[in-house]
């Protein structure tokens, strides 16, 4: 069964808007949860690693004040896209693992559109 | 160096057929490669993964084979099925961070 939940699974919203995408650890409590976006036809490419009661490690090139990551608890981390924009619709997808463990099993991903 | 080059982009076998993705890699300080499946609007699935220290390892039909001097490694499926249409990817990481780099993807397409 999914280890990994995600929500919404898709939602449509207006340019300008802000969007809070959830992710939780069903049967583990995940101490780092990873978050990709995925556009079509491409790789998935990592966005942030999230760490539990920490702040979140941004990749080169990913806006942290556009892209808020809380991860508060050991079975939830949540992506928020600020002031959402056309050029952000795109596929979320979080991931977690564990201490001492090398898996990363993945949600079934956010479908994002913006208006 | 941290790139994780992957192919072919696509991939069409016959039903029954072996089906062979590549993938090579130059950060010798990867050790942990595993192969992920992805249906379309779907979260990637963890397939198989290997460490370095094994040059094959089977799990049913998938078999990944490791070649470490030649920093590739490559995924087969035996007997593919139509139910094995998917983009499959491969990763790569380093322990510290465990953060995945992953292939390019190749979009599998099994007919017939």
């Known amino acids: 069964g999914a280890v990994v939940s995600q929500h919404p699974s898709w939602v449509i919203c207006k340019s300008g808007t802000s969007v809070k995408i959830e992710c939780r650890s069903l049967d583990f409590q995940a101490t780092t949860m990873f978050w990709y976006r995925q556009f079509p036809k491409q790789s998935l490419m990592l966005m942030a690693t999230s760490n539990e009661g920490s702040k979140a490690t941004y990749e080169q090139g990913v806006e942290k004040d556009k892209f808020l990551i809380n991860h508060a608890s050991l079975t939830l981390s949540t992506l928020t896209v600020t002031s959402a924009h056309p050029e952000d619709s795109s596929f979320y997808i979080c991931s977690r693992t564990g201490q001492g463990i090398r898996e990363q099993f993945f949600g079934p991903g956010t479908r994002l559109t913006v208006l | 160096q941290q790139q994780v080059k992957q192919s072919p982009q696509s991939l069409i076998v016959q039903k029954g057929g072996i089906s062979i993705i590549n993938c090579a890699y130059e950060?010798?300080?990867?050790?942990?490669f595993p192969w992920y499946q992805q249906f379309p609007g779907k979260g990637p699935a963890l397939l198989i993964a290997i460490r370095p220290d094994v040059s094959e390892k089977k799990e049913g039909r998938f078999t990944i084979s490791f070649n470490k001097s030649a920093k590739q490694f490559s995924l087969h499926i035996m007997d593919s099925q139509p139910g094995d249409s998917a983009t499959y990817f491969c990763a790569a990481s380093v322990n510290q961070g465990g953060k995945l780099i992953f292939g390019q993807g190749t979009e599998l397409s099994v007919k017939p």
């Open positions: 950060n010798t300080a990867f050790d942990y």
